[in-house]
């Protein structure tokens, strides 16, 4: 890895952040506040929130296995992926790497930058070798962006292929696990002190049931986490947010069964749909849904939202020609999904 002050744009490495009127009081026993201009009344709403969201921290790294200082907490995983163009990426001068096809943030984020986003296309088993990302890279190149399990695919990139990718890229490099509670795969979060350049994101918003509290994370080294802290709003996590996530995390244990339950309606819905006259196949899958080859992608989609049943149509995706991306639901949604399909094909 490449020095990290080679690495940061040089007005963020010499970014002397907002301090809060929270900041600067140092952890004193304080009882009156009369410092931030807020009304006395309305408890607990009238106070800023906690900007560093110690206790939603202490908690999650109990339950992630990582310590509280290699957490940063963002409105949802889609913050993380913005700091890391503005922490790392000069507009119109660097670039980063992607695999193609994955989630669409990383492109709309290094547009919005103005940063130029490379692809890299998967094979045909939607694997990747690190040789094909790392020639894609040049003296530029800040990021390299992997996902796994893999939205819109729904595989496991290849672990070895990413540990590669770890030691000889000499940037950043983001691996989104944002699916990674639905995968047996070992996750990468537990590997940020093997690899300086590593940075692991990671969601309230899928295994965790709080897609509406917006509340994403990045797992990285101390240094990358203070970069992330420097750029951030000062309170980015709301409290009614932190609060809501504290509930959540105190029973770690109802998620578990929520992902037991969707692995198993996975096997059932995804063997059913394999048998649809409507289906040529169902791609392997780590993670809550799964990539579907269908007779015609648009007709199907279409009259699924006539019969009130909305999937993902990815047809226009690059090697996604003809594929519906399903989520899992519960039972009775998933039969009615095959339900529906079986009366379109008539059987
Ligand atoms: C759903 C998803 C996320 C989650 O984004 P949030 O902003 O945390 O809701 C992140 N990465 C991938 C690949 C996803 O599919």
Not at 175 to 199: C, G, H, M, Q, W
Not at 297 to 313: H, K, S
Request: aromatic share 10%; glycine share 4%; net charge neutral.
């Amino acid at each position: 890895m490449k020095p990290l002050e080679q690495l940061v744009r040089k007005n963020i490495w010499n970014l002397a952040p907002y301090s809060s009127a929270r900041n600067e009081y140092s952890g004193h026993a304080a009882h009156v506040f009369l410092d931030a201009n807020e009304n006395p009344y309305n408890k607990p709403l009238n106070r800023y929130p906690d900007p560093l969201q110690e206790d939603v921290k202490a908690r999650l790294a109990t339950v992630k296995g990582v310590g509280a200082d290699h957490i940063f907490l963002g409105n949802g995983s889609d913050e993380a992926i913005d700091l890391c163009y503005r922490i790392f990426c000069n507009p119109q001068v660097d670039n980063v790497v992607a695999i193609e096809p994955t989630y669409g943030m990383y492109q709309v984020c290094a547009d919005i930058n103005d940063v130029e986003y490379r692809r890299v296309l998967l094979d045909s088993h939607f694997q990747i070798t690190a040789d094909k990302l790392l020639v894609a890279c040049d003296d530029h190149t800040k990021l390299i962006w992997i996902c796994s399990p893999n939205n819109p695919t729904g595989n496991d990139i290849n672990r070895q292929e990413i540990e590669r990718v770890l030691q000889r890229f000499e940037g950043i490099v983001v691996v989104d696990e944002a699916y990674s509670d639905f995968s047996a795969a070992k996750p990468f979060r537990t590997e940020i002190a093997k690899y300086p350049n590593l940075i692991v994101l990671n969601t309230m918003s899928k295994a965790w049931g709080c897609a509406a509290i917006r509340l994403g994370m990045a797992f990285a080294s101390k240094d990358i986490i203070g970069l992330f802290n420097k750029v951030k709003y000062p309170y980015n996590i709301n409290y009614l947010t932190q609060q809501k996530a504290l509930d959540m995390l105190a029973d770690p244990y109802a998620v578990d069964q929520w992902v037991r339950i969707l692995l198993a309606e996975r096997t059932q819905l995804a063997n059913a749909f394999s048998e649809l006259p409507c289906c040529i196949g169902v791609y392997p899958t780590d993670a809550n849904f799964f990539l579907a080859k269908v007779t015609d992608a648009q007709a199907i989609y279409d009259y699924l939202v006539r019969e009130g049943i909305i999937v993902r149509n990815r047809t226009k995706v690059s090697l996604c020609g003809n594929c519906l991306r399903i989520t899992v639901g519960t039972k009775n949604e998933n039969n009615e999904l095959l339900g529906a399909l079986r009366k379109y094909s008539g059987v």
